[in-house]
């Protein structure tokens, strides 16, 4: 069992910046893909980043060179760094974790992330 606490959100003006974090309990961590998604209010839930335990990455087109996810597999700590924030970024952004193996997987509750002047 995995568990996800996420971390950062907030209210930000249009083209400001956030970080968010999200840590994993247990010992395990570096062998867990770990993604971000996100859900706006009557949208379903949508990816944003992965990043693999070998640090490869990937994102979605609509936030591709906005934003960056990380890891530190030593604090067991996923980061997504968001620059140039949209009002269309408002969402909901969950943390993800997918064994590499075994493909259980694991959600955080979540953070708000507000975009608005």
């Known amino acids: 069992q995995v568990q996800l606490v996420e971390s950062g959100g907030g209210l930000v003006q249009p083209g400001g910046s956030l970080r968010l974090a999200c840590v994993a309990s247990g010992r395990t961590f570096s062998l867990y893909v770990m993604g971000w998604y996100r859900q706006a209010p009557g949208k379903q839930r949508e990816l944003v980043a992965t990043i693999s335990s070998g640090g490869s990455t990937n994102y979605a087109d609509s936030v591709v060179c906005r934003f960056t996810i990380s890891r530190d597999n030593a604090e067991n700590t996923v980061y997504l760094q968001m620059n140039s924030l949209k009002s269309e970024d408002t969402a909901v952004y969950y943390c993800?974790?997918?064994?590499?193996?075994?493909?259980?997987?694991?959600w955080g509750q979540g953070t708000q992330v507000t975009v608005s002047s």
């Open positions: 993800k974790a997918e064994h590499t193996w075994s493909r259980s997987s694991y």
